[in-house]
């Protein structure tokens, strides 16, 4: 019986190796194949094109309900397509946040028809979306966004702006945490909205990063118009909403993520990556991979992209075990992996930066650049992962609070001051 399973596991390695030999764009994986990166049309379109293939042939869409688009398969011939996918590399998916925090939080808050309208088209990659959460004052302070809606009719006018937008520029929808209610209290006065960003009235543009790229941008809605049909949970429950979304994206949306892009759960650079580049760069003319200090360092780094590796399985576990599922409701353990994913990245690319020396100060362009500049982009998008999701020190007082209950921030201040 066990013979039998593994023969037809193996009979379908084979086939998905086949697939991917048949699908892959023209030349992958020979030197000549320049893979395309950052935040480009042309890049976001070949994820798009990708996701679509993967889709089509059951091999992407994971872990949703068949009602809503989700692909069903047994476990087994999920990691066989994993690891294929990961063995050869792919191009990956769009540039885009739905699968990592739209569809979760429309399991969780949205209405029927947006589940079956919107879900499907996050799992073929034919959609995508964003976040317009973040505003000029209202960061860490999410409760304070200024950004309102006034209704009219079957509809909601919409006023206001929204910074540091991942993924902006190539959002087809995006989810809207607005003002709905002048008068109420802080966190019952906010409503989530589904948002089209071909709406009248509605302009992004983009923000430049110390990266040199635009990853981020801001939008502007001046009196754009959102169907009373697209409010997503209850009005003035935005708050919580918001909070699903997070919860989804500070556990990184875990296998759903991994499913899309056919590739492994990483800190930044894997440390195969790593092994390389010390393998290369050379102090004293020595390989820095024979010197016991970077070898250490190398070690601690693959510890800990393992133990991020097997957190994950183990916090959906406990969420699910606590009554959610699929990002249903808020679990605070994901600040723990927010702020861990974000930390050892960040570690990693301090290490990247020793073993550069000088060369860490050379950006794609400059003619001596290592890597074409692939290192320094690590180094530099890295400072970024302790202030996207919510900055170490929020996810700290979520953790302290939370987990951990310690007084709540505003309490252990009154106790000081008297
Ligand atoms: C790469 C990147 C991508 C992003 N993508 C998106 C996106 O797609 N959509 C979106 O809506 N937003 C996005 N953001 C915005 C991000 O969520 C905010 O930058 C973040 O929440 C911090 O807000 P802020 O920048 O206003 O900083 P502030 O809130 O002004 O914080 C400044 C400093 O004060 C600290 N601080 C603030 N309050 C407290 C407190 N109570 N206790 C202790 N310390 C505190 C913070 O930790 C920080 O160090 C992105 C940001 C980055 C860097």
Not at 101 to 126: C, D, N, V, Y
Not at 312 to 338: D, H, I, M, Q, Y
Not at 348 to 363: N, P, T
Request: net charge positive; hydrophobic share 35%.
């Amino acid at each position: 019986m066990a013979d039998e399973k593994t023969a037809k596991l193996e009979a379908f390695r084979k086939e998905v190796r086949a697939w991917l030999r048949a699908n892959l764009p023209k030349g992958w994986g020979t030197p000549e194949y320049k893979v395309l990166e950052g935040f480009t049309q042309e890049r976001h379109d070949l994820g798009k094109w990708w996701t679509k293939k993967c889709y089509e042939a059951g091999y992407t869409g994971f872990g949703y309900p068949k009602e809503y688009g989700g692909i069903e398969r047994p476990r087994e011939e999920i990691m066989v397509i994993r690891e294929e996918m990961a063995r050869t590399g792919t191009p990956g998916a769009p540039s885009s946040l739905g699968l990592l925090l739209a569809a979760p939080t429309l399991m969780a808050h949205g209405q029927e028809w947006q589940k079956k309208r919107f879900i499907p088209k996050i799992m073929s990659g034919e959609e995508s979306w964003c976040e317009g959460f973040s505003e000029p004052n209202a960061g860490s302070d999410l409760a304070n966004v200024q950004t309102y809606a006034v209704r009219d009719g079957d509809e909601w006018v919409v006023k206001g702006q929204k910074c540091w937008t991942s993924m902006w520029k190539f959002a087809d929808f995006g989810i809207l945490i607005v003002k709905t209610d002048l008068k109420a209290p802080r966190h019952r006065n906010l409503t989530a909205f589904i948002f089209d960003t071909t709406s009248k009235g509605f302009e992004r543009r983009p923000l430049r990063q110390m990266t040199d790229e635009s990853e981020f941008g801001e939008l502007f809605f001046d009196d754009m118009r959102i169907p009373h049909a697209n409010m997503m949970g209850e009005q003035g429950r935005g708050w919580y909403v918001a909070m699903t979304t997070l919860t989804a994206e500070r556990s990184m949306g875990g296998e759903q993520v991994v499913s899309q892009q056919g590739g492994e759960i990483r800190l930044g650079s894997g440390v195969d990556n790593l092994i390389e580049l010390a393998r290369a760069r050379k102090r004293f003319g020595k390989a820095l991979w024979d010197d016991p200090v970077y070898r250490q360092k190398i070690a601690q780094a693959a510890i800990e992209e393992d133990a991020y590796r097997s957190w994950g399985p183990a916090f959906r576990a406990k969420a699910r075990k606590g009554g959610a599922s699929l990002g249903a409701t808020l679990s605070f353990e994901a600040s723990v992996s927010k702020n861990y994913w974000a930390e050892s990245r960040q570690r990693r690319a301090m290490l990247i930066e020793d073993m550069l020396g000088s060369y860490s100060q050379l950006m794609s362009g400059s003619k001596h650049a290592v890597a074409e500049g692939s290192w320094v982009y690590e180094i530099l998008r890295s400072r970024g992962a302790s202030i996207e999701m919510g900055t170490t020190e929020i996810n700290r007082n979520i953790i302290a609070e939370r987990i951990l209950g310690l007084p709540r921030e505003d309490s252990a201040k009154k106790a000081q001051e008297k």
